[in-house]
T-cell receptor
Framework: GNSVTQMEGPVTLSEEAFLTINCTYT??????LFWYVQYPGEGLQLLLK?????DKGSNKGFEATYRKETTSFHLEKGSVQVSDSAVYFCALSDRGGTASKLTFGTGTRLQVTL | SQTIHQWPATLVQPVGSPLSLECTVE??????LYWYRQAAGRGLQLLFYSVGIGQISSEVPQNLSASRPQDRQFILSSKKLLLSDSGFYLC????????????FGDGTRLSIL
């Protein structure tokens, strides 16, 4: 079956540091890949997505590239801010069936300090 | 634009009491609808999804049930809550075709005493 593996958290960075959160996946076929962000006490917000190999998703300074050869979708940001503190989830979408069922990683908590 | 509403935002219930959580979507028709549970410090577990009125698929056997009485309404229920039902419940919607991103509500935090 499908699975998503994320790096363990929490990740603690100083403001303006470079961020990488690793995500690798196992899937049959060619899934779409997503990053979601969850701020404390809130639901998940779609951060970015990529639907095919070599696509780069980007939003709010975050980027991730769909790497089919390494089955990875690592999240990066060049300079983090305190407001980026949240839990980040990597997810993939199964292309089969009529429902867009997502498989989520366990989430990585990011804490950015001044 | 599309919006999704969940209520209540928080709920404290005694063990053995019934449950009804409601989710509605606006601004789209024929959405796929989903219920997830997020246990403290854990990832998301898909509980139910629905591709149409009255069509419910259950992902894990449990003490909960779901219903979709109208196109844009999704309800999560239980006849008798267990302590293990505590958690953060999230409703989401997506477009009909596969590989669509899901869009989440703000969640309901359920505490069982």
């Amino acid at each position: 079956g499908n699975s998503v593996t994320q790096m363990e958290g929490p990740v603690t960075l100083s403001e303006e540091a470079f961020l990488t959160i690793n995500c690798t996946y196992t899937a049959t076929g060619y899934p779409s890949l997503f990053w979601y962000v969850q701020y404390p006490g809130e639901g998940l917000q779609l951060l970015l997505k990529a639907t095919k190999a070599d696509d780069k998703g980007s939003n709010k300074g975050f980027e991730a590239t769909y790497r089919k050869e390494t089955t990875s979708f690592h999240l990066e940001k060049g300079s983090v801010q305190v407001s980026d503190s949240a839990v980040y989830f990597c997810a993939l979408s199964d292309r089969g069936g009529t429902a867009s069922k997502l498989t989520f990683g366990t989430g990585t908590r990011l804490q950015v300090t001044l | 634009s599309q919006t999704i509403h969940q209520w209540p935002a928080t709920l404290v219930q005694p063990v053995g009491s019934p449950l009804s959580l409601e989710c509605t979507v606006e601004g789209t028709s024929n959405p796929n609808l989903y219920w997830y549970r997020q246990a403290a410090g854990r990832g998301l577990q898909l509980l139910f999804y629905s591709v149409g009125i009255g069509q419910i698929s259950s992902e894990v056997p449990q003490n909960l049930s779901a219903s979709r009485p109208q196109d844009r309404q999704f309800i999560l229920s239980s006849k008798k809550l267990l302590l293990s039902d505590s958690g953060f419940y999230l409703c989401a919607w997506s477009g009909q075709s596969s590989n669509q991103p899901q869009h989440f509500g703000d969640g309901t935090r359920l505490s069982i005493l």
